[in-house]
């Protein structure tokens, strides 16, 4: 590609409120700061409504920041046009020009641009050779799949060589086997032309196979950024700890007395030192546990088969809980009562109250 | 089963046939009567069905004009023809560019007033050209527009209808289309010509049609405001053929000229046919 520059994006202290001042203010993006580098894949992952694709709106261009500053490499993207910011979008739905052919809707760009026709042909040329879509471009969108059309969309983008890429839930409306497919594609695509990418997703999965460094929103505001492994391994507020990982992480609310934790009035064993006493939450994944011949008495209510897994529902001295197996060890069934033990690295703290990370 | 779709096939046939008969005779008489002579239509007490051999005669006498053997000046119907499809023509036009052009700003534009502007856009669909025909008129008479082609055609372009459709239509164009052109870098216009237009064809089709009638059909406006002969469109020529008080009328010449009036409004329907239908039935994904 021609001048494979690729820019760092910046995001400062960036708010975004719709009917700002009015009674019904709805502050939709509150103070994100991150850093994206030149080059990386980053993924915003959250659920639905936690403004992350407004986020990736106000990166467009299509919505207008209301506080903050949105800077890639040197240039303040603010005030600029859409257009003018060489950022290039596919959408959850593609948004492909239905009257357009395939080689059309991706040429329509270059060809605003005032491109040679010669270039425009070349470029569609390569990036359909690159989405193997070099059968289908004189098809307009009706007919084409599903999957071909995701490919159009992104062909789209491609053609324009931006500084940016940004996707928002690309492949939502794809059937889980293409899903895998795609997410491979994109990640290959990534690694040929290494430009900067913003990912938006509401599936963890996608998030933790893509992705660089997971941006997670929540309510509007960051959780925390991370590599996939540190989002997973080590979740900075409790809000994380149960969104990634599947099953997510059992949460436990109990109490901190010396040596015990306080679980519905019933005092546990800790293997290791507690970093603080009183009230506390703490976070077990369901992978992290065996069974084993402690006073950490668990009682099996559901089971779900995963082929290679199961996943034990139950309750844990009166906590919802569950717990991940192997299908080889022995079978739970339901009302069965056993023994938990796990090591003392798999136990999180967070505070009680604020849902923040205590231990390092 | 067969015996109910049988019975039901035969009597959807016989409302067809029926609905065909009810609009095809009086063509069908229209036509008997422009071959006859004004004597034979006159002196009759009922109508012969039997085409006359006066057919040739009489319809060039309405096409170019000239004097019949009564010595009644007839004026030419082709000039007025020519007047009303040139109008026809510009108030067609004039309403779906127009419409399409303010129903794009009432769509995809915040302005100050844009409700206001959609609420008056809307209360004239209550208000026909009828009702404020005399202020229109003094408008069109001060602007000394009478006798012209743009007091002619201008005054009935604005169309509360078509915008209004032509809204609805955009309304359901998903919004990451417009954002999609944006990002693309196409200005306004360039999303309206490129995406918007090509998207609306059926419906313009459909308009069209719609429209490209009613202009034809206009007489109570063209007699408002034209005086000179050369500005007469068909219809208000077919009035003027049937005169009042005692002169005769020549009733194969009015045919005939009434036949000639369908011709323009026929083709356009049936040559767009295709389009109209999938414009006023096709709701795309």
């Known amino acids: ?320 809980f569950v717990i991940s197996r192997s299908n080889d060890g022995p079978l739970v069934r339901p009302g069965d009562r056993l023994g938990l033990s796990f090591d003392p690295q798999a136990i999180h703290w967070f505070d009680a109250a604020s849902g923040s990370r205590l231990s390092g | 089963m067969v015996e109910r779709t049988g019975l039901r096939h035969a009597l959807a046939h016989f409302v067809l046939i029926t609905g065909v008969c009810v609009i095809g005779f009086p063509l069908l008489v229209a036509f008997v009567a422009s071959t006859q002579s004004a004597e034979d239509i006159a002196g009759r007490a009922s109508l012969s069905l039997l085409p006359g051999e006066h057919g040739l005669e009489t319809w060039r006498t309405a096409l170019f004009g000239g004097q019949t053997r009564f010595g009644s000046n007839i004026a030419p119907v082709l000039p007025m023809m020519w007047t009303s499809l040139i109008s026809a023509l510009a108030i067609a036009i004039g309403k779906i560019v127009i419409s399409l052009l303010s129903a794009f700003a009432l769509v995809y534009f915040r302005f100050p007033g844009r409700a206001l502007c959609f609420w008056l856009i809307f209360v004239t669909l209550m208000l026909p050209v009828e009702v404020r025909i005399l202020p229109t008129y003094s408008i069109v008479s001060n602007l000394a527009l009478l006798d012209t082609w743009t007091g002619l055609t201008v005054p009935l372009m604005a169309s509360a209808t078509a915008t209004f459709l032509f809204r609805q239509f955009f309304m359901t164009i998903p919004p990451e289309l417009v954002e999609a052109a944006r990002m693309d870098g196409a200005s306004p216009m360039r999303f309206f010509f490129d995406v918007l237009v090509p998207l609306s064809k059926t419906s313009i089709a459909a308009l069209f049609v719609i429209q490209f009638i009613y202009g034809w059909n206009q007489y109570l406006w063209p007699l408002l405001v034209t005086t000179s002969e050369s500005m007469y469109p068909i219809v208000m020529g077919i009035r003027r053929m049937i005169g009042g008080g005692d002169a005769a009328n020549e009733w194969n010449v009015v045919m005939a000229a009434a036949l000639l009036a369908m011709i323009p409004p026929a083709i356009v329907v049936l040559g767009m046919q295709r389009w109209f239908v999938k414009g006023l039935v096709e709701r795309e994904k």
């Open chain 1, 1 to 320: 590609m021609i001048g494979s520059i690729s820019d760092p994006l910046a995001l400062n202290a960036v708010n975004k409120r719709y009917n700002a001042g009015s009674r019904n203010e709805v502050h939709a993006v509150k103070d994100v700061t991150a850093s994206i580098d030149a080059g990386e894949f980053v993924v915003i992952l959250g659920p639905s409504g936690c403004g992350k694709s407004t986020l990736l709106r106000l990166v467009a261009g299509l919505e207008t920041v209301t506080e903050g500053e949105i800077r890639l490499g040197h240039t303040v993207l603010n005030e600029l046009e859409p257009a003018r910011r060489d950022i290039a979008m596919v959408f959850q739905n593609y948004a492909l020009y239905p009257h357009m052919s395939a080689f059309d809707n991706m040429a329509y760009s270059l060809r605003i641009a005032g491109l040679p026709r010669a270039e425009i042909a070349a470029r569609v040329q390569k990036a359909a050779a690159a989405l193997a879509l070099s059968e289908l471009l004189e098809r307009r969108p009706g007919q084409l799949s599903g999957g071909q059309r995701q490919r159009v969309a992104m062909g789209r983008a491609i053609v324009r060589e931006p500084r940016l890429f940004l996707f928002d839930e690309p492949l939502s409306n794809l059937d889980a086997k293409l899903r895998v497919q795609a997410r491979l594609e994109i990640r290959r695509l990534h690694g040929q032309l290494g430009r900067t990418s913003l990912f938006v997703t509401h599936d963890q999965v996608e998030a933790m196979t893509l992705a660089d460094r997971i941006i997670v929103m929540n309510e509007g505001r960051i959780e925390q950024i991370g590599t996939p492994d540190a989002v997973y391994a080590r979740p900075a507020t409790t809000f994380v700890a149960g969104f990634i990982g599947a099953p997510p992480m059992n949460l436990m609310n109990g109490r901190v007395e010396g040596e015990h934790l306080f679980l519905d009035g019933v005092a546990l064993p800790l293997p290791m030192r507690p970093p603080r006493q009183g009230p506390i939450m703490m976070g077990l994944r369901a992978e992290a546990v065996r069974a084993g011949d402690t006073q950490w008495l668990f009682e099996a209510e559901l089971v779900e088969h995963l082929g290679s897994q199961q996943h034990v529902h139950g309750r844990l001295h009166g906590q919802a």
